[in-house]
């Protein structure tokens, strides 16, 4: 698909990095809706391409990958490696080979993790507080469920709603709120607050993401300013 640069071209694994990275978080499914709109109706890839600047700049993937590597030990051989790979795509056929083969990068690179996964119950520990969201595409709000069980004084805190994580967004899990501990359970909507005053969650005011190109204004800002 051509772009906006006549030296550079969108194909279906660019399209794919930037489908699979801008839905982690909601708040900008609108731009990602604008770009697909565009390269659809258009046959223009400039937005896609654009997004693509934005996914993979700074050394977050490959940080991501040398991080999974140290934390598990190497799981599997070739042969199941390969089995989970066609489940993969039979389950996902657009992004299952994305996602598939985590075992097999950390073998090739040499480096694995030596501490067999094991539960953690904290004993003794001041309470910890476990953030879960209902929608997280990537972490299941079920493991925050049994994160808070499995810790001794873990206390859990959900969040309504879609996309990766809720740290930092609007309403009750504002950052400047992180030293409070809420009790079992508390949802982020409506309601009393841990001090017994009525709150209501408010939506987030709008800011920019590169509007020298992009007529949206996206990216949520903090009460404080602009979101990092």
């Given at each position: 698909?051509?772009?906006?640069?006549?030296?550079?071209?969108?194909?279906?694994?660019?399209?794919?990095?930037?489908?699979?990275?801008?839905?982690?978080?909601?708040?900008?499914?609108?731009?990602?809706?604008?770009?697909?709109?565009?390269?659809?109706?258009?046959?223009?890839?400039?937005?896609?391409?654009?997004?693509?600047?934005?996914?993979?700049?700074?050394?977050?993937?490959?940080?991501?990958?040398?991080?999974?590597?140290?934390?598990?030990?190497?799981?599997?051989?070739?042969?199941?490696?390969?089995?989970?790979?066609?489940?993969?795509?039979?389950?996902?056929?657009t992004f299952g080979a994305s996602l598939s083969n985590q075992d097999a990068r950390c073998q090739a690179w040499g480096h694995s993790g030596?501490?067999?996964?094991?539960?953690?119950?904290?004993?003794?520990?001041?309470?910890?507080?476990?953030?879960?969201?209902?929608?997280?595409?990537?972490?299941?709000?079920?493991?925050?469920?049994?994160?808070?069980?499995?810790?001794?004084?873990?206390?859990?805190?959900?969040?309504?709603?879609?996309?990766?994580?809720?740290?930092?967004?609007?309403?009750?899990l504002h950052p400047r709120r992180r030293r409070r501990l809420p009790h079992q359970r508390d949802h982020a909507r409506a309601g009393p607050?841990?001090?017994?005053?009525?709150?209501?969650?408010?939506?987030?005011?709008?800011?920019?993401?590169?509007?020298?190109?992009?007529?949206?204004?996206?990216?949520?800002?903090?009460?404080?300013?602009?979101?990092?």
């Amino acid at each position: 698909m051509q772009t906006a640069d006549p030296n550079i071209t969108v194909d279906g694994g660019t399209v794919r990095s930037v489908v699979r990275r801008f839905l982690y978080s909601s708040e900008y499914w609108p731009l990602l809706t604008y770009a697909l709109d565009q390269a659809i109706t258009q046959k223009d890839g400039s937005y896609i391409q654009l997004l693509h600047g934005q996914v993979t700049a700074g050394g977050s993937t490959p940080t991501f990958y040398a991080v999974n590597c140290q934390d598990i030990p190497v799981q599997g051989d070739v042969t199941s490696w390969e089995k989970d790979y066609r489940q993969n795509l039979q389950s996902s056929p657009t992004f299952g080979a994305s996602l598939s083969n985590q075992d097999a990068r950390c073998q090739a690179w040499g480096h694995s993790g030596t501490r067999e996964p094991a539960p953690i119950h904290a004993k003794g520990a001041a309470p910890i507080l476990v953030v879960g969201t209902t929608g997280d595409p990537a972490t299941p709000y079920a493991w925050a469920q049994a994160l808070a069980e499995q810790l001794e004084s873990g206390r859990l805190l959900t969040w309504e709603g879609d996309g990766h994580t809720a740290y930092g967004r609007s309403g009750p899990l504002h950052p400047r709120r992180r030293r409070r501990l809420p009790h079992q359970r508390d949802h982020a909507r409506a309601g009393p607050d841990l001090q017994g005053r009525s709150v209501t969650p408010t939506r987030p005011r709008p800011g920019r993401l590169n509007g020298s190109l992009f007529p949206l204004r996206l990216q949520e800002e903090a009460p404080d300013g602009p979101a990092a």
